[in-house]
């Protein structure tokens, strides 16, 4: 069945005209939603030599009570230096690819069941945005917070609702820095201008600078404790590690260094076996390596190498975007969805300019807690790139410093099981004052492609504060 608003759409009335995508141009490229959106730019400078794109879906829902409590929720995806488009193609948005095909299909599990959806190209270079490329975590939350408030010039009846910020990866920098500017802001705008920023749902996200694997310098603990975990790597290598952890936790020199290569070699060997660090337990499919100018240049797969530059920051040839590839450099997809001419050949990940700050965003979660925003933390238990074992390190060390209380005790959750079988154990869920981490069994560093039905369970659950399933649904 393909999605239609023929249902009840909240806040359109004063949407802008001039980027509503025509869905009578989507006909030949068999895309299941027949629902509005629209897609645009929103200048970032005065001069508009730097505009970011989005890509926007309005909710939809049954007429009721509910309809006027669904949020606005802006999606980042990481990198630095990925599209957000791949979240709304791959992810959570009304169609996504279907893997191992260049073909779409419905998104039964989309966020548009319970949130209007705002996808935002971020920084400039990404995507289709483009600007001056030269950017770091501090500019980039100034930048996107001057992309929200022009997105609310755009759509002004979205102002009054609540407003949630939501991604993985490296947007475990982008949304607490955002959240911070937003903050900063609202203590200076009129009653009127304020922006009604709620929550945070992180995925995944580089927090704390010991559970970024491209930011443990050469030693990153964390990622090795979870391959040992995972049984990727010996008990005598991983006593090694243990050992030098003192000396080698967050320095860089030599020695260290090659303990990294001794665990590459057990996982990659003589390099005849390809590992996904994004989801230790999936596929790597085989897939075009396209050049700046569109060309194919060889087909490869993802591998991992030692860290000359950081893993986080690299393409992720182990997902799924060849499809994305194709239909978002297509003339006619593009003017569809009013793509500037001077916009460049899209990639879902761009190597732009961009300096990372070595301490990561650990030390705004206390100011995020004191302006009363509430968080969640979900991690797919299966990724290597941020692994659980990092996300749950720093969260027990801001308990610990912060004095918080615990809310609920570390449990399991349960989504419906597959034709007629009993409730599935779908994670586990923890709280403290302020912050709930949810796990998703299964899943890795893109959850909501891993485990679609999961993450929208866990994400309506959030935005409408009711506790995740425990038992029989």
């Known amino acids: 069945m393909i999605l239609s608003l023929l249902c009840f759409i909240g806040f359109v009335a004063g949407a802008p005209a001039e980027d509503l995508v025509d869905g009578s141009t989507w006909a030949k490229f068999k895309i299941p939603y027949s629902g509005k959106m629209y897609s645009g730019y929103l200048p970032i400078d005065d001069a508009g030599k730097k505009q970011f794109h989005y890509f926007a879906f309005p909710a939809f829902s049954l007429a009721g009570p509910l309809q006027a409590t669904f949020p606005l929720v802006l999606w980042l995806n990481g990198g630095p230096g990925c599209s957000s488009l791949y979240g709304a193609m791959v992810e959570n948005g009304p169609f996504t690819v279907e893997l191992g095909t260049n073909n779409f299909k419905q998104n039964l599990f989309t966020w548009l069941n319970f949130a209007n959806m705002f996808y935002l190209e971020s920084p400039a270079g990404v995507g289709f945005s483009f600007g001056n490329t030269t950017t770091d975590d501090k500019s980039t939350a100034k930048d996107n917070l001057k992309a929200v408030l022009e997105f609310f010039k755009k759509f002004p009846e979205y102002k009054s609702i609540d407003f949630y910020i939501a991604g993985e990866s490296w947007a475990g920098i982008y949304i607490p820095t955002l959240a911070n500017e937003i903050i900063d802001y609202n203590a200076k705008a009129a009653a009127g201008d304020k922006i009604r920023l709620k929550g945070l749902m992180i995925g995944n996200g580089c927090t704390d600078p010991t559970e970024c694997t491209d930011l443990g310098f050469n030693f990153p603990i964390h990622f090795y404790k979870f391959l040992h975990n995972h049984g990727f790597i010996s008990e005598k290598l991983n006593d090694k590690i243990v050992a030098m952890t003192s000396k080698c ?225």
């Not at 950081?310 to 297509?330: D, H, I, K």
């Not at 916009?343 to 965003?361: E, L, M």
């Not at 918080?404 to 570390?410: G, K, Y």
């Open 249 to 473: 936790h967050m320095k860089s020199n030599p020695e260290c260094m090659e303990i990294y290569g001794e665990v590459m070699e057990q996982i990659n060997g003589d390099d005849d076996f390809y590992f996904n660090p994004y989801n230790v337990y999936g596929k790597c499919y085989q897939l075009p390596f396209y050049n700046e100018k569109g060309e194919m240049v060889k087909e490869k797969r993802f591998k991992l190498h030692p860290m000359k530059e950081g893993v986080v920051g690299q393409v992720n040839e182990c997902s799924e975007s060849e499809a994305l590839f194709l239909y978002l450099n297509n003339a006619a997809f593009r003017k569809a969805l009013h793509i500037r001419d001077d916009a460049g050949y899209w990639n879902d990940c761009s190597n732009i300019d961009y300096r990372k700050d070595p301490g990561a965003t650990y030390y705004l979660y206390p100011k995020l807690l004191k302006n009363g925003i509430r968080i969640l933390k979900f991690s797919g238990d299966v990724d290597a790139i941020v692994p659980i074992t990092g996300t749950l390190y720093w969260i027990d060390k801001l308990q610990k410093e912060l004095n918080l209380p615990t809310i609920e005790e570390w449990r399991p959750w349960y989504k419906p099981g597959e034709k007629g079988s009993e409730p599935q154990n779908a994670g586990n869920v923890w709280e403290i004052d302020g912050l709930t981490f949810v796990s998703v069994r299964n899943a890795g560093h893109m959850v909501p492609m891993d485990q679609p039905e999961a993450a929208s369970i866990m994400a309506s659950h959030f935005i409408f504060e009711m506790p995740l399933p425990s038992d029989i649904l």
